[in-house]
């Protein structure tokens, strides 16, 4: 499909960190609001992931709900965005794709998750995870192999 994504943090005054996506053109931008909340988690996105897997030609559309902007509807071949309000024109798009961006959004959250995104301390670590001035260490625990780590 021809549609761009990105998966991105927004960070908040508060020091919060919200993992969104971004899709584009603005026609698919709908989809995004899914995975806010509940399905900013890779658990969860697990989960969801196994739902699809299992979808086959006699299941119950799984439906997503994005508060109030739209809701998906997720069969085995298809999926079905709809949205609330008459906001946008409704449209359809192969689950297969959907799963790509569903898989892509799991790596993204992955690596967030587990602290693998340079400079960046996720929520779920800040409580083991400590930054402070390189000033702040005694010279004796820093040797001439940990230049790059600046």
């Not at 997503?64 to 949205?83: H, P, Q, R």
Request: glycine letters at 4%.
């Amino acid at each position: 499909m021809w549609w761009t994504r990105s998966y991105k943090l927004v960070i908040l005054s508060n020091g919060n960190q919200i993992p969104v996506i971004n899709v584009a053109p603005n026609k698919y931008d709908p989809i995004c609001h899914v995975f806010s909340r509940d399905l900013a988690k890779a658990k969860n996105v697990k989960i969801l992931i196994d739902h699809i897997n299992s979808l086959n030609d006699n299941s119950s559309p799984i439906k997503l709900e994005a508060e109030d902007k739209c809701v998906l509807f997720i069969s085995k071949n298809e999926t079905f965005v709809s949205g609330f309000f008459d906001e946008f024109e409704s449209f359809t798009i192969p689950t297969v794709e959907l799963m790509r961006l569903v898989e892509e959004w799991l790596r993204f959250l992955g690596n967030y998750e587990a602290g693998n995104i340079p400079g960046v301390i996720p929520d779920n670590m800040k409580a083991e995870l400590v930054i402070v001035p390189r000033s702040a260490v005694k010279e004796e625990y820093w040797n001439g192999d940990d230049e790059d780590l600046v």
